[in-house]
């Protein structure tokens, strides 16, 4: 079980119900994990998983969204010092090199709370839904995620077309976008009967990591795939106490 992880200038320590980050030594604040009750299936925080409605679309192929913690859009918090949402916010729209503590981050909760992970077979990135920037942030995590875990980086997925999601998108919305975006682009026998754990930011609808799953599983016979983001967006029909 690893209790803390490096990457860089940056260090991210497990504590309870959290994880600690510090640069160059100085602490920074911490990563709130995600608090009970939360689905176990796709990790939305606020009710059980047999409450939750939101991976009933999800595609059996994708087994489970693992989270660091809930995001809160804007980089905001309920919890003063987590700064889970604020480092999300600023890897995407502002420097690739936060992509480093969130990864260590996830690294964390793959090795210590969900070791499961660590036995994936293959770490994929999520690709952008939209390119606005010159790096890709889940590509970003991905390489650091597989970097500490040991496992092996394939970018195996594409898109059949380009597409821009509205900020505030309704889920109805979000689902038709993803309706058969991503495609297999490496050879089928690198995820043939192969567990697969996918890489992105954030997870809002779930479908872009339901898309995903279902090109690897149909297209590339994948035998599982997962999913592991930094962090779940608030469901604010579930407020949190």
């Not at 640069?23 to 047999?50: A, D, I, M, N, W």
């Not at 809160?72 to 420097?95: C, M, Q, Y």
């Not at 954030?202 to 599982?224: D, F, H, N, V, Y």
């Amino acid at each position: 079980m690893s209790k803390y992880l490096s990457h860089d200038k940056w260090k991210c320590m497990l504590h309870k119900d959290k994880i600690d980050v510090l640069y160059s030594g100085v602490p920074q604040g911490f990563y709130l994990l995600l608090q009970s009750p939360s689905c176990e299936r796709c990790s939305s925080q606020g009710k059980s998983t047999g409450d939750c409605d939101w991976h009933a679309r999800f595609d059996p192929s994708l087994k489970r969204v693992y989270a660091v913690g809930t995001y809160f859009e804007g980089g905001n918090s309920l919890v003063n010092g987590d700064i889970l949402s604020t480092h999300i916010w600023r890897l995407k729209f502002w420097s690739s090199d936060y992509a480093k503590p969130l990864g260590i981050g996830m690294a964390i909760v793959g090795k210590s709370l969900y070791s499961n992970l660590t036995r994936c077979d293959m770490i994929v990135p999520v690709p952008p839904f939209e390119r606005s920037k010159s790096y890709d942030h889940a590509d970003e995590l991905a390489t650091a995620v597989a970097g500490l875990l040991g496992i092996p980086l394939k970018r195996l997925l594409s898109k059949t077309r380009e597409e821009k999601m509205v900020k505030k998108a309704s889920v109805e919305e979000r689902w038709k976008a993803s309706e058969n975006l991503y495609v297999m682009v490496g050879r089928e026998s690198e995820s043939d009967n192969k567990t697969i754990l996918l890489v992105d930011d954030i997870c809002t609808s779930g479908a872009t990591l339901s898309g995903c799953s279902r090109a690897l599983s149909s297209q590339g016979k994948a035998r599982e795939v997962y999913a592991l983001v930094a962090g779940r967006r608030y469901d604010e029909r579930y407020p949190i106490k």
